[in-house]
């Protein structure tokens, strides 16, 4: 039995004639950027998000490039994040002339360690000019925090919020991949300052081609990413700083309303193919092999991805591979160990999580189209290599 890793395709036949009369709308209005598809899908992920502003921008990357940009973040500044994340929640910070200063994941969630955060505020920063946290090692004064909400499962965000509130420091949550999930009742991106979310196809709310969305509940804040995002200009050609050009198509937003329609849905067979897994690999007898992903308390868990840990990944990789069973790798390299980062000065030990979860993560198939079959087709075949 052949298990894609991710099937688009399946997903398109649910809702085929929806979208083509959605993009038919757009095509036959020949609006095409930043019209009312996107004031539309604003509104939409607003309420969504429970949260009063929304600015529909090019990528989950430019979200986080533009918030960080409307908090003043720019050369020579710090913005502490962690090194076990997707490339952009750190490239975001280094675009801007500004240092990424890590710190470590917990191995529970592999999300930020709101104790190593604490650490480095209280321990690795002294105070600086205007009374911020100046980073002891760079001088970097720390202009922000990027919490990143891991695979479709927020941070603890009580401790990350109150950490970094103690030295009146703005937290952007990175919830790219977090879009539906929950800290206690509030939405992932609702809680920090500004909340970033990238709608690229393989995400859990996915176009036909690149997108993003800050949201916020600050108006100053918001209304600074929206002038970003059309070259700091207000009205046209009014040029009052210097922006960007990243702005959300209509065809993007027409596809994404249709689709944010389904998300709960889609939210719950994910959760429900998480939950199959885990019966599955009991019964197989199987959990002192791997550890399967947590759901920590007070969260509500979108599994955007269903990332297990196995000592002999590689291995196993290999196995379900020739056996016609796709999975990934988040991530192989952490940023800390990236090339580009170098100068940076930090050893792979420095953030031992993020290390050991780059050798030991595996990323099965999950999306709501997964079969029953296809499940366990997975879990068999990794008890042919891991069982006995
Ligand atoms: C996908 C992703 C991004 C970037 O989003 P793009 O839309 O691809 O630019 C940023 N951070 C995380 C954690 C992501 O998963």
């Not at 090019?58 to 960080?68: Q, R």
Request: aromatic share 8%.
């Amino acid at each position: 039995m052949k298990v894609p890793f991710l099937d688009l395709k399946a997903q398109y036949a649910t809702i085929r004639d929806e979208l083509r009369s959605a993009v038919d709308e757009v095509l036959e209005s020949q609006r095409f950027i930043l019209g009312p598809q996107v004031a539309a899908l604003e509104q939409d992920v607003a309420r969504f998000c429970h949260v009063p502003y929304a600015v529909g921008v090019a990528s989950g990357t430019d979200a986080l490039l533009l918030s960080l940009k409307a908090l003043g973040v720019g050369q020579g500044d710090g913005v502490v994040t962690v090194p076990f994340t997707f490339f952009a929640t750190a490239g975001a910070i280094a675009n801007l002339g500004a240092r990424p200063i890590f710190v470590d994941s917990e191995d529970a969630s592999f999300n930020m360690d709101p104790k190593a955060l604490e650490l480095l505020l209280e321990q690795g920063c002294s105070a600086g000019p205007s009374s911020r946290r100046a980073h002891l090692q760079s001088r970097a004064t720390v202009k922000a925090v990027i919490v990143v909400q891991l695979f479709g499962q927020c941070a603890d965000m009580d401790a990350v919020l109150r950490i970094a509130g103690r030295h009146s420091i703005p937290v952007v949550e990175d919830s790219c991949q977090a879009i539906g999930a929950r800290f206690r009742d509030k939405p992932a991106g609702s809680m920090g300052a500004l909340g970033c979310f990238s709608f690229f196809p393989s995400k859990n709310l996915g176009g036909a081609g690149d997108g993003g969305m800050v949201v916020s509940g600050d108006k100053d804040l918001s209304d600074r990413v929206r002038l970003l995002r059309t070259h700091g200009a207000q009205p046209q050609y009014f040029h009052k700083i210097v922006g960007f050009n990243s702005r959300l198509d209509e065809i993007q937003a027409a596809i994404l309303r249709v689709k944010l329609r389904h998300l709960e849905r889609w939210s719950k067979a994910r959760q429900k193919i998480a939950g199959e897994y885990k019966r599955k690999f009991q019964a197989a007898d199987l959990l002192d092999r791997i550890a399967l992903p947590e759901v920590l308390p007070n969260r509500v868990h979108v599994f955007h991805q269903f990332v297990i840990r196995c000592q002999r990944r590689d291995e196993l990789r290999s196995f379900l591979s020739e056996r016609g069973i796709e999975t990934e790798i988040y991530y192989p390299v952490p940023l800390h160990e990236q090339e580009c980062f170098r100068y940076l000065g930090y050893q792979p030990s420095d953030f031992p999580q993020a290390h050991a979860a780059s050798r030991q993560a595996l990323a099965l198939p999950i999306y709501p189209e997964l079969t029953g079959e296809q499940i366990d087709c997975i879990v068999s075949t990794i008890a042919e290599l891991l069982a006995g």
